[in-house]
């Protein structure tokens, strides 16, 4: 293992020591993986106490932990189907896709928090019904945020119903051609109200010239009557790309609709930024760049291996770094700079 | 129990009232007769078939039909579910699931709304709302219809009930039945009733091996060692028990031994009955109502029906080859 890394990993054996890890709910159930070179290196691990899942943290130090989302009866067992599985919980990921040139972008995580938020306040409750309390949101030490459903009923929703669920974000298979015919007014529930709200709203909203009789369009609107739309395919494509979720690449719905996939173990330590992975309480008012940093103050001195535009963390202004430079930064920007791989101990 | 409720389990042999039934009936699947079992395989082979007028053919049979009609239907239902998980062909599976749910479905949307109501409740907690049945989406999810028009995107939802009209309802409850056959499993060695197992490989047959139609008089010097064995008990006075009786019969039927003299062949075991005895051969040869004449099984068949007795003889895997050939090979 390359000294970066080993440096790394001492520096989470001290952090482990101290603080611990938090057992997930159902600990005996669940599968464990973790990873030094990869996200995975290993996995059909498990555990039957908190304590026990401690002392292999501090043991081992793994760069990267992650644990089932399913509960099995036996879930060290391999291969997959003799594991059993019992149940799982539903899980959503948002993951912000950057292209910023800054470490620290809170622009695009904030965006992936904004459509969090946006599922839990447009559809998980309204729709589905879920209790605010049975939903757990974390940040997942990285790039985005993992929304838990904990409540026996989603327990067991097979692979088919989890994926109906990511289609019914995404609007997938919705019929518009039924809406404008005539099939949702405001009062409809579901997509067809959703729809019907939305263009409404946007009517009512706008000052385009060809809504110059407004009241009538609105009054005939509220009953369902989308006549004056009717082939207007670029106008409900707004209205849809508005409303839906955007849950991102292909891989990040898999988290929701794979049951056999394994995801960041809250309370654990991401390899590739020194950030805790940990429960958020007021996604508002969250900031990971302050809240997820773990480490401490003292300097401690790097050597830059790329340049590195200012950023931002624990609410102090660092940099900017040019390549080659050796500096003195406190030592939690250290393990995020080195994590991040654009520096090295020095 | 009154003929109309007879019929309601007949029509929905899946229910709660179906099963409460046949308890009552103290129907055990363990000593079913073998007409019973093999009503059971063919209602999966009808189901292969072009179904598209099957369920109005059935609707009009149960309405019209009285006991002894209806019984078959309820009883064949929980038969062919086991010998349908028994096959662990996935695609036999659906296309019988998929017909008994377009029956039922059929039948469903003939119901009023309360009976439809009644059943519905038996296997989702629906709730009733003006001209709309609320169900949880998680009951819904786990047994949605294929369809676009039945995408949860295209229904209604609210705080976590999905608004259903009657006819997606029964949709909903047939889909339901459809998920419960094609998710069902069975250990073979759970089946103490080795009939099932025969029937499944009907279901299943395998027609690689070829017999000449007709092999000529009988020669008890080309029987195979597990026919001779099973011949040879039967002269003694010891019980003979059913599954070697049942392949026996096959066997004497296959190689058209004329049936008095096959009856002569059971005289000799201590609860002989002839009227019995001919009964049941006359089945094997296909002479009763539903003229199906059961093939031999195959000879790893016979190994697991455990009534195989190989030797070095046995060159062939099958009964009726080894009989074939060996009597070709003495002329």
Redesign the interface.
Known sequence: MNPAAEFVRKKFREYYQKKGVIAPEGIEKREFGFGNDKKIDYRHLSFTKEEELKNYFVTNSPLYASFSSAYYEFPGAQPMPKKNILAADLIFEFDAECHHDSLTCSECLDKAKHDTQRLIDDFLIPDFGFDRKDIKITFSGSRGYHLYVVNEEVRHLNGDARRAIVDYLQAKNLDIKSIIRGGATLKSKGWRGRLAKAAYEYVRASNEKKFTEKEEILKKMAEGNYDLFRGAHSFWDKMLNEQIIHLGSAIDQSVTIDISRLIRLPSTLHGGSSLLCKYVDNLDEFNPFRDAVVFYNPPMKIKFTKDVSEMVLKEQTLGPFKAGEEKNVPEYAALYLICKEVALPA | MALEDLRFCAKYPFTKEAREYLDFLKINLDNLDDATIEYGAKRITESLGDFSKYAREKFEQIRTSKEPYLMNELISYPVSKILTALTEDRSLKKKFAKAEAQKVYYFLQLENEDSLYNIAKQFFHPQKEKDWFLI???EY??N?PEE??Y???????????I?LDKEKLAKLVSQYLYQSIVTAKIDKRDIKNKMFLYFVDEIKKDRRYAVPEDLGKVEFEAFPPCMRKIYHELQSEEKVSHMPRFVFSTFLASIKMPIEEAVSLFKNQSNFNEKKTRYYLEHSYGLKSNKTKYSVPTCSKMESYGVCCRDNTCRWNHPMTYYAKTKKARK
């Open positions: 949880p989406f998680q999810l786990n949605m676009k028009e995408a949860l995107v295209n229904l209604e939802i609210e705080d976590g009930r608004r």
